[in-house]
């Protein structure tokens, strides 16, 4: 079905990178080029979109992951590639309404975060300036410092909660409250379709 289907031509436009995709995945995964796409808009009668604000890689990642399934490129894995590109990832997906690629990303933030037996705290701030208040991604930071984290370690002194903004910790230990226990990977990972994103073509988890 690919094969008869329209190519779209993508210019990055800081970097002048190209990229070239097939009309119908773009219009399947995103609402938002689907909108593109299939209304009376320039990019529906030249089969060009200039991208004005995305980085080439991360870009170049989304289109990866439409074709494979994955952001993971051939030459990384879990443990190479850098957890903010994940997250960043996140950003796109989620600003170009993707929400497989949301659910994705996701699920490789705990696979991760589990592999290493690590948090990604570093990136707290910058998660929470480029995402709304109700964001998954959010909620899945909080959880993981709660029910997987250290909170003596980040409340030991004022300099260290500094690193933080204040709703962040104000919704770590409301949910440290509600759930003093910790839990283990595994039992994290059955949880993960809790931060999932779902629509008609994103049904939920199955049990």
């Not at 097939?22 to 990019?43: I, Q």
């Not at 991760?112 to 705290?121: E, M, P, Q, Y």
């Not at 440290?176 to 629509?199: A, L, Q, S, V």
Request: hydrophobic share 40%; with cysteine.
């Amino acid at each position: 079905q690919l094969l008869n289907d329209v190519i779209i031509t993508m210019k990055i436009e800081a970097t002048n990178h190209v990229f070239h995709v097939h009309k119908g995945l773009l219009c399947y995964h995103s609402l938002v080029f689907r909108a593109m796409l299939e209304h009376e808009w320039k990019e529906k009668q030249d089969g060009f979109i200039l991208m004005k604000d995305e980085d080439h890689d991360t870009f170049g990642r989304f289109i990866f992951w439409l074709y494979y399934g994955t952001v993971v490129d051939k030459d990384e894995d879990l443990s190479t590639i850098p957890v903010k590109k994940l997250v960043d990832c996140y950003f796109l997906a989620d600003r170009r309404d993707v929400p497989a690629m949301q659910n994705h990303i996701i699920d490789t933030l705990v696979q991760k975060a589990r592999a290493a037996d690590g948090l990604f705290c570093f990136l707290q701030r910058h998660i929470w300036a480029n995402t709304p208040e109700q964001s998954p991604l959010r909620r899945l930071m909080v959880d993981m410092m709660a029910l997987r984290g250290n909170l003596s370690m980040i409340m030991k002194d004022e300099k260290d909660m500094d690193a933080f903004e204040k709703s962040f910790l104000v919704d770590l230990l409301i949910t440290k409250y509600k759930n003093p226990n910790t839990i283990t990977w595994d039992e994290f990972w059955k949880r993960r379709c809790n931060y999932h994103t779902h629509n008609d073509r994103v049904p939920p988890c199955s049990a």
